[in-house]
């Protein structure tokens, strides 16, 4: 039996000046939690992680898992959402983690990556840790609170006006769909880990002088402890942590009953 996972951690933005910090040790950081596991792993860093990239280490890695095996997903990075097109969403946006080359029109949207994963296996199991702002019902940076260190706390969104770039109708587009709050549902058939609740930001700050995702630093430490058997125990123990203080973002886990209460990575 093989394992797979794809391991994303972009900090650096060209063009954007919202570069990020601990989005590639994360990325590390899960590697070797996986590979530590028998994961078979891909990581993609910074200029690797084009949207390109992403799309194909997925797809490859996700054909290649046998029934009973199981793919985990983590992305570390900004994410952002832009109007939606095609009416499938509530919420009028369709949400979306930013490759490296977001500035490109390279988007990587939730609808593309629901076709992706439902390629998979019936007996496979995908996990996906989401490390981002990907839902994206704010438009703006959060106010930062008081830091975990010395680090300056950074949300990892990237505002949807970015991609305008000057462009009327695209502004009113999201204009409108800002004006349109739903809760976002689950749409994959995936177990997803995400570090915040629709309405929050996911925050890179640093733990004893070492850049993180907040979400990220507490998830891995957690899962030092071998009990820790089933995604909703994960969720259990990553919540006496988070929210905090110093850090207002509420990790959310989504997925079928059977899916949270089934083994874990």
């Known amino acids: ?149 010395s680090a300056p706390l950074k949300a990892r969104f990237l505002p949807p006006y970015i991609f305008a770039r000057g462009n009327r109708l695209f502004e009113r587009a999201i204009d409108r769909a800002i004006n349109t709050p739903a809760p976002t549902k689950l749409r994959y058939p995936a177990v997803l880990f995400s570090g915040c609740q629709d309405t929050e930001f996911s925050y890179d700050t640093a733990f004893n002088g070492r850049a993180n995702g907040a979400f990220t630093r507490v998830a891995i430490d957690a899962l030092q402890d071998a009990t820790i058997e089933t995604p909703r125990a994960l969720y259990d123990a990553v919540r006496q942590k988070l929210p905090a203080p110093s850090l207002p973002q509420t990790p959310q886990l989504f997925g079928s009953r059977d899916a949270k209460l089934g083994r874990l990575f």
Request: hydrophobic share 35%; with cysteine.
């Open 1 to 149: 039996m093989t394992n797979r996972a794809v391991c994303v951690g972009i900090n650096d933005y060209p063009g954007t000046n919202m570069d990020l910090a601990g989005c590639l040790n994360d990325a590390k950081d899960w590697h070797a939690l996986l590979e530590g596991r028998g994961y078979r792993v891909d990581a993609l860093y910074d200029r690797e992680a084009t949207r390109a990239r992403i799309v194909d280490a997925l797809r490859t890695a996700i054909g290649q898992t046998a029934d009973n095996e199981s793919f985990v997903f983590t992305f570390s990075g900004h994410g952002s959402w832009l109007p939606d097109d095609d009416r499938d969403e509530p919420d009028a946006r369709d949400e979306m983690m930013c490759p490296h080359d977001v500035m490109k029109e390279q988007y990587l949207l939730d609808d593309e990556l629901h076709e992706i994963f439902c390629t998979k296996r019936p007996g496979a199991r995908i996990y996906v840790v989401a490390d981002s702002c990907h839902s994206g019902s704010v438009a703006r940076y959060a106010a930062a609170p008081a830091q975990p260190d």
